[in-house]
């Protein structure tokens, strides 16, 4: 039974937080496509979702938690969708700007949030490293590392939303969150799709 372009909406909003091109909706739906399965094309989505992964990681370090779209039913403002939205139009008017660094652009306005400036000290180099490790990676910073990251804090542009990007960008941190982030994508692939509004923090 193929599947229908209702599912493939309902998938890709919930698992890309965007809506899907003529040209996907094509790909996934119709009798010629009788043969692709709605959990073949949520397992396909969920490793393109790279974009969400990484506001979510983010959400989790620097705010202590997922974005509330994310950790229950869709209903309502959705931050996830609003903030990838962002990162994905920066992008797209920026094509040469490596992927980290439009993170960083990205962060750079998240610190400046006062429930930010007050959970990390960002003017005290040393403190914001061993605060940010602590909610990124949930450990204190090893003293050499302590040492390259002051370097990337350091830096007046940005440096101290570089770091935060190293951190919720690293091996380490997808190890951590990924399969929860992927399990809860899946989970809303499969849940009734509410309408909502991509909403800021």
Not at 42 to 56: F, G
Request: charge should be neutral; proline fraction near 7%.
């Amino acid at each position: 039974m193929p599947i229908t372009v209702e599912q493939v909406r309902h998938c890709y909003n919930a698992i890309l937080r965007r809506e899907p091109s003529p040209g996907e909706v094509r790909r996934w739906s119709g009798y010629a496509n009788g043969e692709r399965s709605p959990a073949g094309m949520t397992e396909t989505l969920i490793t393109q979702a790279t974009e969400v992964r990484s506001i979510a990681r983010l959400y989790a370090g620097l705010l202590g938690r997922f974005p509330e779209s994310l950790a229950g039913p869709i209903q309502g403002a959705d931050a996830l969708a609003y903030w990838t939205g962002v990162l994905r139009s920066f992008r797209s008017e920026h094509a040469g700007v490596p992927y980290s660094e439009a993170l960083a652009y990205l962060v750079h306005e998240w610190l400046r949030e006062p429930g930010l400036l007050s959970r990390f000290k960002v003017e005290d180099i040393d403190r914001y490293i061993v605060e940010l490790c602590g909610a990124v990676l949930d450990r204190n910073p090893a003293p050499e590392e302590a040492s390259a990251w002051a370097e990337i804090a350091a830096n007046p542009e940005r440096g101290r939303a570089r770091l935060a990007v190293t951190l919720s960008e690293s091996k380490e941190c997808k190890g951590r969150l990924d399969d929860t982030i992927n399990k809860k994508l899946r989970a809303q692939a499969h849940e009734p799709l509410l309408p909502f509004i991509s909403s800021p923090l």
